[in-house]
């Protein structure tokens, strides 16, 4: 490949072609490596996996375990970018539905109306998410995948004003010989939760943006079902969401691949699902419904219960910094990762991508082909809005739990939550609301919709909500068939 050199070569001048490197090759970066296909001849994504051809978790994903949920606006924004990648999913095994018309959901103020329109979801593995993505990709021109290879340093101009590139290992021998320098113009970071990005701009002279770190201590578990063969019930998936802050644990029942249904418990305030048989058990019929331990009850496990910690949200401003090289840009979870309760993370991705593809393009329009001057500070800013929404629902959420570490309850989020709570029980009774806090929960409409003159007028209307009122399964009775009774809904 041109583009890689040995160390020491003759150094080449940054701006005089157009090749960028994407560090990652999660979803973040497979979006980005799309957006960039459109603006330079040629696009390298770097990924340290050595990528499987099957669909299946890997290494540098650890949270590819887990439960993924795609909320609508990332498989729009991805629709976008890669025509037919519902179609694709679908016949890759994904599994369709609606919610809710398909699924049982229960807000913390009860069971949703099924007969709201909702929004369409494809239910599948992480795996299948980012291996279909990442079939797409490798067909792209112009794009090359280098797998099995670890970035570990920037490379600079003399005067360090530039990123011109990056220094790789190949992963299979980290010694000096295997070292290699990829040169290019515009460095994307799409490392993830673990970017190392703040140490090498420290090694090039800069200072490390600062953190915030919002983290209502959340533990994850999943497992996989077989689905019984002869299994019938008028719903696809459970989702049991929690009640903050008395009662902290989620869990979500989802059909994906292979007849398969992926079950993911989650735990806030330190209440984490235990991956022992006798405690998994226990911590699923401890839910606000018995309906999925029911269920589970007669079903195969496909695989061991797995665990995962590393929940907390985390925001690292790089739009802040005073200083920062030119041609070097940093999105995904690298940027900006969230309390996964949510599953608002391929989302924001994907919302990543659209920002960095309208900034290039702006830049091009207004300075001319092959000028990136000003792009990183001005694609920081700009990505750091456009995270402020989603940033804000998750921790305004979390912080709900008293336990909740690394924000204060100010006055407004205090307010936030007394008129959440004011909205919950009018979601139950309103389908007109119901749609729109639908569709805020599906990141198709901006959180302030919920503060419309409408919305505002019938959360005044309706009684305050005590939280406190329903523990555990209080009032909700499993009813035949796996169905919540009537009037419990
Ligand atoms: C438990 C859990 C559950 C989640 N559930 C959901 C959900 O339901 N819905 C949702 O939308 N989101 C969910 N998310 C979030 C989602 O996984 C991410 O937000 C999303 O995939 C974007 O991640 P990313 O691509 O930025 O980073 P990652 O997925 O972490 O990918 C980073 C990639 O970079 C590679 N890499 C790292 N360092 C280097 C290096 N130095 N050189 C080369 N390669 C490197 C890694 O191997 C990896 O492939 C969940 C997250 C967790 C933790």
């Given at each position: 490949m041109s583009w890689l050199r040995d160390p020491g070569a003759a150094a080449r001048v940054p701006g005089d072609g157009g090749h960028a490197v994407v560090v990652g090759g999660g979803v973040a970066g497979l979006l980005a490596a799309r957006v960039l296909a459109s603006h330079f001849d040629q696009v390298t994504l770097v990924e340290r996996d050595p990528l499987p051809e099957v669909l299946q978790a890997r290494k540098g994903v650890p949270q590819g375990r887990m439960q993924h949920v795609m909320l609508p606006r990332g498989q729009q924004l991805i629709e976008r970018l890669f025509p037919g990648y519902g179609r694709e999913l679908e016949a890759t095994g994904a599994v369709t539905l609606r919610i809710p018309a398909d699924a049982l959901v229960l807000t913390p103020a009860g069971w949703l109306d099924r007969s709201l329109t909702g929004w369409p979801l494809h239910s599948a593995s992480r795996p299948m998410f980012e291996g279909v993505l990442r079939r797409r990709v490798r067909d792209l021109p112009g794009v090359t995948i280098l797998d099995g290879h670890h970035v570990t340093a920037l490379l600079t101009s003399p005067d360090r004003r530039q990123v011109t590139g990056t220094v790789l290992h190949q992963v299979a021998g980290v010694d000096d010989s295997a070292t290699r320098e990829l040169v290019a113009d515009l460095v994307v970071d799409a490392s993830g939760r673990g970017s190392r990005a703040p140490a090498w701009l420290a090694e090039a002279g800069y200072p490390a943006p600062t953190t915030t770190r919002v983290d209502p201590d959340v533990g994850y578990a999943s497992r996989i079902y077989r689905i019984p063969p002869g299994f019938r019930a008028d719903w696809q998936a459970v989702l049991l969401t929690s009640q903050p802050p008395s009662m902290p644990r989620t869990g979500y029942l989802l059909p994906i691949e292979d007849g398969q249904w992926m079950l993911g418990l989650m735990g806030a305030a330190g209440q984490h699902p235990p991956t022992d048989e006798d405690g998994f058990t226990a911590f699923l019929r401890s839910l606000r419904h018995p309906v999925i331990a029911d269920v589970l009850a007669t079903a195969e496990p496909v695989t061991p219960v797995r665990a995962y910690r590393g929940t907390a949200n985390l925001m690292r401003h790089?739009?802040?910094?005073?200083s920062r090289p030119e041609r070097f840009v940093v999105l995904g979870d690298a940027v900006c990762a969230f309390n996964p309760v949510y599953g608002q993370g391929m989302s924001t991705a994907a919302i990543a991508a659209e920002t960095l593809d309208a900034c290039l393009s702006e830049q091009r329009r207004r300075y001319g082909a092959g000028n990136l001057d000003g792009l990183a500070r001005r694609f920081q800013r700009r990505l750091a809005r456009r995270n402020a929404e989603p940033w804000m629902l998750s921790t305004s959420e979390d912080l709900r739990f008293p336990t909740t570490t690394g924000m204060n309850v100010d006055l407004a989020t205090r307010l936030m939550h007394r008129y959440a709570d004011r909205l919950q029980p009018v979601i139950i009774q309103d389908v007109g609301i119901a749609e729109i806090y639908l569709q805020v929960f599906g990141m198709l409409a901006r959180p302030t919709t919920l503060f419309t003159p409408r919305v505002l007028a019938a959360a005044a209307r309706a009684k305050p909500h005590d939280a406190s009122a329903s523990g555990p399964t209080a009032g909700l009775v499993p009813a035949p068939a796996g169905r919540p009774q009537e009037g419990s809904r």
């Open positions: 790089y739009e802040r910094m005073a």
